[in-house]
């Protein structure tokens, strides 16, 4: 009697375990944090401040600009710090690097939320 037919496909690669990853800490420079507390306050951006400054205007309550909705103003942050925490939504601190198989993997979390590994 013949055996019963399974299905199997011979193209998918046996699963690697997990390797341990690197734990980096993002690191803003002062001016980037500045930059941030100016966006989150809905201040004009340093390429709207500094068109500003080149004709001798400093205070940013004379210049003119339309803040962005909260929505966008997250996403300008987002750029900077480079991205969400994938457990909770908060922007990252961290960034974990697993090098499996010829390619990098990046997870990022924030504070609470990165991984024990050590
Ligand atoms: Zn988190």
Redesign the pocket.
Known sequence: MQKPQTFQNVNVPNPVKKPRGKIVKIQLTEEQKEEIKHILAGHPPKKVRDRYEKNGITDINLMKYRPPGKRNRLDAVRKIVGGL?C????FNTHVVKYKTQGITIVER??S??VPDMI
């Not at 457990?87 to 908060?90: P, V, W």
């Open positions: 925490c457990t909770c939504g908060n979390y924030c609470e939320h």
